[in-house]
Nanobody, 123 residues
Framework: QVQLVESGGGLVQAGGSLRLACAAS????????MGWFRQAPGNEREFVAAIRWSGGGTYYADSVRGRFTISKDNAESTVYLQMNSLKPEDTAVYYC????????????????WGQGTQVTVSS
């Protein structure tokens, strides 16, 4: 089992920045690929970013590439999502997820999930 707890969400104006954190506990964190997803009301949960277990590869949705950065600190068992130049359309509940195999994948392919943290970007 892997337990994930997100933090760092909040209300920010368009153009601002937030950094989300996801603290993991349980099984060996360093073995897991980590992903960030988001879900806006009425929408399906969508892929945002992922990082390989080693930290050696990062992947982004087209909508956030160049604005968001995912990173992984295996020593601290934490994955981060730095979000810059935020837009109102980034408003959603953001979830982190862990899986041994899935990387750039649909939400249904990730095994472990956090409870989510709300990000609201005002115009």
């Amino acid at each position: 089992q892997v337990q994930l707890v997100e933090s760092g969400g909040g209300l920010v104006q368009a153009g601002g920045s937030l950094r989300l954190a996801c603290a993991a506990s349980g099984r060996t964190f360093s073995s897991y690929n980590m992903g960030w997803f988001r879900q806006a009301p009425g929408n399906e949960r969508e892929f945002v970013a992922a990082i390989r277990w080693s930290g050696g590869g990062t992947y982004y949705a087209d909508s956030v590439r160049g604005r968001f950065t995912i990173s992984k600190d295996n020593a601290e068992s934490t994955v981060y999502l730095q979000m810059n130049s935020l837009k109102p359309e980034d408003t959603a509940v953001y979830y982190c997820a862990a899986d041994l195999g899935a990387l750039v994948a649909g939400f249904y392919e990730y095994e472990y999930w956090g409870q989510g943290t709300q990000v609201t970007v005002s115009s």
